[in-house]
């Protein structure tokens, strides 16, 4: 098993979790930045705009996280924000994200569209790489399974949970998010292909599609009425994503870098 703690200096522990993340984040800020003027977004933009959503995309994270888990914590409070030992649901991040965008949009006169669609490739790398903290913290795994011999030792090693090996749906995900993101790259370098606003639309299908499928896999979904919660949300993005281009087609509307 992986010491979650990466490095200890006293009594600062810092753990992997945090530090995947950070490394996340961080490409997904750099790539925003290299793209953002094109769309007339400055590199100062991206960056003041991640300094107000990163702490509260991990507060919204946690938070749902919580609420949903309310049977568990209401009896544990002291653990409402331990966020290192894992627990951050990615869909409470992206809807704090969301909201934190479009009220920085509208103070710094950016139409939203354009700063989600510079947005969208860099927070699916950064999903990608976000999973590993889950793959260190045992958690975000599947079904107890009979083996694990096409996997690298250090991974199966890992997913040997509860006397039992355990399906890597983190792998999975991480996967897909890491294809969805080549995908979205090359269809980024062919923007008269695209509309203002499908690159974003690509990230809600290709997203929605994976998550809905690997949510099925897991053993530790939070439920809602007796389905995963996940797992309407990914309908959700998915319906919206396809609803946005089959509109934005029959309006024949602006180019992709097209911003007036």
Not at 53 to 75: D, H, Q, T
Not at 78 to 89: D, M, P, T
Not at 147 to 166: A, T
Request: proline content about 4%; some cysteine; glycine content about 8%.
């Amino acid at each position: 098993m992986i010491d979650p703690v990466a490095i200890k200096l006293g009594p600062i522990a810092i753990h992997w979790y945090a530090l995947i993340i950070m490394t996340g984040v961080a490409l997904a800020v750099y790539l925003a930045s290299k793209e953002g003027p094109k769309k007339k977004i400055s590199a100062d933009d991206v960056t003041d705009f991640i300094l107000v959503a990163f702490p509260l995309a991990i507060l919204g994270a946690r938070l749902y996280y919580v609420i949903f888990e309310w049977s568990y914590y209401s009896k544990h409070l002291n653990e409402i924000f331990a966020i290192w030992n894992g627990g951050l649901a990615i869909y409470g991040g992206l809807l704090t994200g969301a909201v934190v965008l479009f009220t920085f949009s509208y103070y710094r006169m950016i139409k939203p569209i354009d700063f989600l669609d510079i947005a969208a490739p860099g927070v699916m790398i950064a999903q990608s790489i976000g999973r590993w903290g889950n793959f260190v913290n045992q958690e975000a795994y599947g079904k107890a399974v009979q083996h694990l011999d096409y996997l690298p030792s250090f991974i199966k090693k890992q997913m040997y949970i509860d006397v039992s090996y355990r399906t890597p749906t983190f792998l999975y995900e991480s996967l897909w998010n890491f294809l969805g993101f080549l995908v979205i790259m090359g269809l980024r370098r062919r923007p008269n292909l695209l509309k203002q606003g499908e690159i974003t639309a690509f990230y809600l299908i290709w997203y929605g599609c994976g998550r809905f499928v690997i949510e099925g896999m897991r053993t530790d979904s939070l439920m809602l009425m007796g389905l995963r919660v996940s797992q309407w949300l990914s309908a959700i993005l998915v319906i919206t994503g396809v609803v946005f281009v089959v509109i934005r087609r029959q309006k024949n509307d602006i180019p992709y870098y097209q911003t007036k």
